[in-house]
């Protein structure tokens, strides 16, 4: 079976940096992916890691580590409207994405 | 110009009756999915056909019947509805790059409450 785990809560204020952790447990581990989804929203993609180091898109950034099966999202010069759940998801043999139980992520003024 | 687009957005029923939600894609994508989404946001995934082929069915309960009449289509139908099927239904479609899926468009969702 596959497993993940990220923390349930974080909280940072405006302008600061965060990170937010993926560990997993799975086979036919292709690649790890990032979600984020408002309330009331749908999860809508923001990066995908196939290969070890760090990829930026933007603020964003997510880093891989398949020797450690280790994940992490960076948001950096946080905003308001950064406040929303964020999933890490393990693409299962390249057919389809399994999801961690998600992070809130709250910024404060 | 809605890339995958559900409906209906809300659905309340009640207890035993049988409803349908529908979901299409216009990115030309030739694999989509159905996840549901709990109370606690957990999404997991119920279905998959790549085109119109059903390549993924979890453990779901056999009053959930997919039905895909064309790649940009994938209809969920719910039998026998119960209080337990009450969630955030979504869909969502992608494209394999040489058979590797790097990602996943959704759908808006669909509240269903079951009454």
């Known amino acids: 079976g596959q497993s993940l785990e990220q923390p349930s809560e974080v909280t940072a204020v405006e302008g600061a940096i965060v990170q937010i952790n993926c560990t997993y447990q799975t086979s036919g581990f292709y690649g790890l992916s990032w979600y984020q989804q408002h309330d009331g929203g749908a999860p809508t993609f923001l990066s995908y890691n196939a290969l070890d180091g760090l990829e930026e898109t933007g603020r964003f950034s997510s880093f891989l580590s398949r020797s450690d099966s280790y994940g992490y999202l960076l948001l950096q010069e946080l905003q308001m409207k950064d406040s929303a759940s964020y999933f890490c998801a393990v693409s299962h043999y390249g057919q389809n994405f399994v999801f961690g139980p998600g992070t809130r992520l709250s910024v404060l003024p | 110009d809605t890339a995958v687009s559900q409906t209906p957005k809300y659905l309340v029923t009640q207890m035993g009756n049988d409803k349908s939600i529908k979901c299409e894609q216009n990115l030309g994508h030739d694999t989509m999915y159905w996840y549901k989404q709990d109370s606690k946001k957990f999404l997991k995934i119920m279905f998959s056909?790549?085109?119109?082929?059903?390549?993924i069915n979890e453990t779901v309960p056999n009053r959930f019947s997919p039905k895909s009449p064309d790649k940009a289509h994938l209809n969920l139908h719910i039998n026998s509805l119960e209080l337990g099927d009450s969630a955030v239904y979504f869909c969502?479609?992608?494209?394999?790059?040489?058979?590797?899926?790097?990602?996943?468009?959704f759908g808006s969702g669909t509240r269903l409450t079951v009454v």
């Open positions: 056909y790549n085109n119109k082929e059903l390549i």
């Open positions: 969502a479609s992608s494209h394999r790059q040489g058979g590797t899926n790097y990602g996943y468009t």
